[in-house]
């Protein structure tokens, strides 16, 4: 129903499905950064739904880790994650709001730098707004970005609520006047100078927490699974180098 590579779809009522933990980390607000490795092809909301595989208490315990870590960064101590992450359930929604380059997230000065260390795939979609559904609704998923029927896109319109984010972003447009202004390469990406002594002094503690991210995430690449989130597989080096760059 959906492709992420095609540009000619009529994107009404757009849903993107995501593994458990980063489905409910998402429309909790917790999670700001929704990485892939193609562009976001919509701009505003996005329902969020959570594929059928039930996540592993490693792969919670993982991503729990990494937020607590990066929101530490910014002085959040006391998130509160969801009780239980369901699955083949439709959670709630985002709203888009751009898309950039990691590279670009990773020395946008503008933003928290928290934010910024969320940066760890190849393209950065840029979420706002999440509101939950007071019930998750039961239905399949599927590839890319694709249209809910419109009988559960109208029952989820109005079973909506909004959600207060730990620490709520707002992610400025270039080009207030034109919502799809921000997109790859819209944004300069030379090296940010801004660094924390608070930041310094836990890089330990994020290098390590961004490792055991990316490796909860590398077990769908290893299954032959097309999704990619905020953190996806790669090497302890490359985690060092994003790291370094945000920082130095």
Known sequence: MGSRNRSDVNYRNPCLTMHQPWASLLVYGIKRIEGRSWPSPIRGRLWIHAASKIPEPETIKAMEDFY??????DGITDLKFP???PVSRLLGCVEVTGCVTCEELVNWDQIPEGVRLEGQTKFCWLCEQPQKLIVPFEMR??????????KIYEAA???ISPVVPPLPVKFPLPNPRDPFSLK???LASSP???S?????????NLVAAIAGARAAATQFS???NSQSNTVEGGDDSRTRNMYRRAHN
């Open 222 to 224: 290893k299954n032959g």
């Open 157 to 159: 319109s109005r079973g």
């Open 83 to 85: 009780d239980h992450y």
């Open 141 to 150: 998923g599927f590839q890319g970005v694709y249209n809910l029927e419109r």
């Open 192 to 194: 940010s100078s801004s």
């Open 196 to 204: 924390t002594s608070e930041v310094n002094n836990r890089s330990e």
């Open 68 to 73: 607590r870590e990066i929101y530490a960064v």
């Open 184 to 186: 790859p390469r819209s």
